[in-house]
């Protein structure tokens, strides 16, 4: 089993930034891709952003250069600096752990979400 604790949102102004942090316990998930997804009302859940276990990373294109994701020292965490913050970035974002074995997909696990508000 793996428990994913997310932190860091809250409400900024247009052009502000945030920084969400996402922290990973349990065992068995060494090998995994940890990313962001979003999601408001009435819409179906979309990736953010994705950090692949090999380093690679993958954006949404409305986020692109403007937001960046990254692991921390022990791996077990993963950040998403978000930049130049625009109400369209308003939504629940939601940490995801894919967990692969032997390079196979295995399952997922989800954060219990955290909201960001982007308003003047």
């Known amino acids: 089993q793996v428990q994913l604790v997310e932190s860091g949102g809250g409400s900024v102004q247009p052009g502000g930034s945030l920084r969400l942090s996402c922290a990973a316990s349990g065992s068995g998930f060494s090998d995994n891709a940890m990313g962001w997804y979003r999601q408001t009302p009435g819409k179906q859940r979309a990736l953010v952003a994705v950090l692949n276990s090999g380093g690679s990373t993958n954006y949404a294109d409305s986020v692109k250069g403007r937001f960046t994701i990254s692991r921390g020292n022990a791996k077990n965490t993963v950040y998403l600096q978000m930049n130049s913050l625009s109400p369209e970035d308003t939504a629940v974002y939601y940490c995801?752990?894919?967990?692969?074995?032997?390079?196979?997909?295995?399952?997922?696990?989800w954060g219990q979400g955290t909201q960001v508000t982007v308003s003047s």
């Open positions: 995801n752990v894919k967990v692969f074995r032997s390079g196979w997909y295995v399952r997922e696990y």
